[in-house]
């Protein structure tokens, strides 16, 4: 199980979702996504829409307004 | 809904959290900006009411938009992106919520035969009103934010909407500035429409709900359908 971090500090809406799309179709089965973000809106659609794929989804504010979204990709 | 039964279990971590700062406790400053804020609307009410209410609406605007996430962009945006619908029915049951409270004080201005308020904003509309909102959709999914998305997110400190912030004070004033040509050319040629003057003010309100009731109808039936292809 591999561990891929992207970091989108400071990269506003819709560019971390794309990045973490983009990126959970190169990593493979049960490897673990996280992104990084301080977007306040990414952190509602990140999730949103991993959820909605089916995949698990952990969001941790790690400090104020500084967010990692994990997903594990399942399928 | 495809959230089965996998969905309880937590990803599995391998994470140290060992390089993690503890948070400052915020609560301190939140209460002296409360206390901000009190002294600085009872200063403004002291010189007019309206300026009192004003600030009051204003910081539950900017309150309620944070803490609900709510993003007009988004509304537009994450269907095509993630498939999900939910800010976009947000937006449409704001809109239902919008249209009959505005009714409701505009026809009760009519039926006592007052002047109604607010009939300053039936505009013509026109081909520069489709125009206009193509740009600013594109405008606004670049810049991240619409106009309260854009001042939301300053105020949370987002550094790079600082910048979309600068240009979208550029932007109005030069829009404000050639406005008068605008005007002229394009948007008086067009035509006002005030629904309630065409079908009644049932008739109006009973098409807008339908319209939306429609659209809402859509939405819910696109995320299935997306998260069915998936």
Not at chain 1, 10 to 38: H, Y
Not at chain 2, 162 to 172: E, H, K
Not at chain 2, 181 to 190: D, E, L, P, R
């Amino acid at each position: 199980m591999n561990e891929v971090v992207i970091d989108c500090l400071g990269e506003a809406c819709p560019v971390p979702l794309v990045k973490a799309q983009n990126k959970l179709k190169e990593i493979g089965l049960g490897d673990v996504l996280i992104v990084q973000i301080d977007h306040s809106c990414a952190m509602k659609n990140v999730p949103e829409w991993a959820r909605k794929d089916g995949h698990n989804v952990e969001v941790e504010e790690v400090d104020d307004g500084e967010w990692e979204v994990i997903i594990e990709k399942v399928k | 809904m495809s959230e089965t039964t996998t969905t309880s279990s937590a990803p599995r971590r391998a994470r140290s959290r060992a390089n993690r700062k503890p948070k400052k406790n915020q609560i301190p400053i939140g209460l002296l900006v409360v206390l901000g804020f009190v002294g600085i609307g009872l200063a403004l009410a002291a010189k007019s009411a309206m300026l009192g209410f004003f600030w009051i609406t204003g910081i539950s605007f900017g309150f309620i938009l944070q803490r609900a996430r709510f993003c007009f962009t988004a509304s537009m945006r994450d269907p095509y992106l993630t498939g999900g619908t939910s800010l976009t029915r947000a937006v449409l049951i704001a809109l239902t919520l919008t249209t009959l409270g505005f009714t409701a004080i505009k026809y009760g201005y009519a039926i006592k035969g007052l002047p109604i308020p607010g009939m300053g904003y039936v505009v013509p509309i026109s081909f520069a009103t489709l125009a206009g909102a193509f740009l600013f959709g594109v405008g606004m999914v670049i810049a991240g934010g619409c106009a309260s998305g854009t001042l939301m997110r300053v105020g949370e400190g987002f550094q790079m909407q600082v910048i979309s912030l600068v240009f979208f004070v550029i932007g109005s004033l030069w829009g404000a500035h050639d406005f008068e040509f605008w005007k002229y050319n394009f948007i008086s040629k067009g035509k006002a429409v005030f629904l309630p003057d065409v079908f009644g003010w049932f008739g109006a309100v009973a098409l807008q709900l339908t319209i939306i009731g429609l659209l809402y109808i859509a939405a819910v039936k696109y995320e299935q359908k997306r998260s069915e292809a998936e």
